[in-house]
């Protein structure tokens, strides 16, 4: 039934774990802008921060977030329209077990299935929306699933060759 629908958990796994990161950096950069707390110095790694390379840790991090972010919304929006679709199909589902109970007849010359495809059009027009979203909910969610990983290595590869690259050169000169 789709009221059983609705008492389900509405998220996948995955949006669920986007979502804990997305809140967990979300807090920590609250922490880290509030109290001024930006790090001079990772010991383990043997980093020392200057006043600009503090300020590009914190453009990083806003640049993380809004990455969380964006990737969260395109999930929960996925998760949201299979759950609501999820729903609609149940509904439709129970309102052809529902004529099939009432009215026992052969389905050829059935007016009663008429009645059914009635309540089904009624329905997807109510929520035609839902069905419609779909489609281009699952080309964004399939872009940043495949795309935008591979477009993000690329340019931190670039950038990380690039600086390499640079910090090579200056050494040299």
């Not at 990161?21 to 790090?39: K, Q, W």
């Not at 980093?47 to 969260?72: H, K, P, R, S």
Request: hydrophobic share 50%; glycine share 4%; aromatic share 12%.
């Amino acid at each position: 039934m789709a009221r059983e629908t609705r008492l389900i958990d509405p998220l996948s796994e995955v949006t669920r774990k986007e979502r804990k990161v997305l809140l967990g950096l979300s807090v920590l950069s609250i922490f880290i802008v509030g109290t001024d707390a930006v790090p001079t110095k990772i010991s383990a790694l043997g980093i020392e921060f200057g006043a600009m390379d503090q300020q590009v840790f914190v453009w990083l991090l806003a640049a993380v977030i809004a990455y969380f972010t964006i990737t969260f919304i395109v999930y929960a929006s996925s998760d949201y329209v299979a759950w609501k679709k999820e729903m609609l199909d149940e509904y439709l589902e129970g309102l052809k077990e529902y004529w099939s109970d009432v009215y026992e007849a052969p389905t050829s010359g059935n007016p009663y299935l008429d009645a059914i495809e009635h309540d089904r059009q009624i329905a997807f027009r109510k929520h035609r929306l839902i069905y419609r979203m779909t489609n281009p909910i699952s080309v964004v969610r399939a872009f940043f699933e495949f795309l935008l990983p591979v477009l993000v290595g690329g340019a931190t590869f670039y950038i990380v060759a690039l600086q390499c690259e640079l910090s090579t050169l200056l050494r040299h000169l």
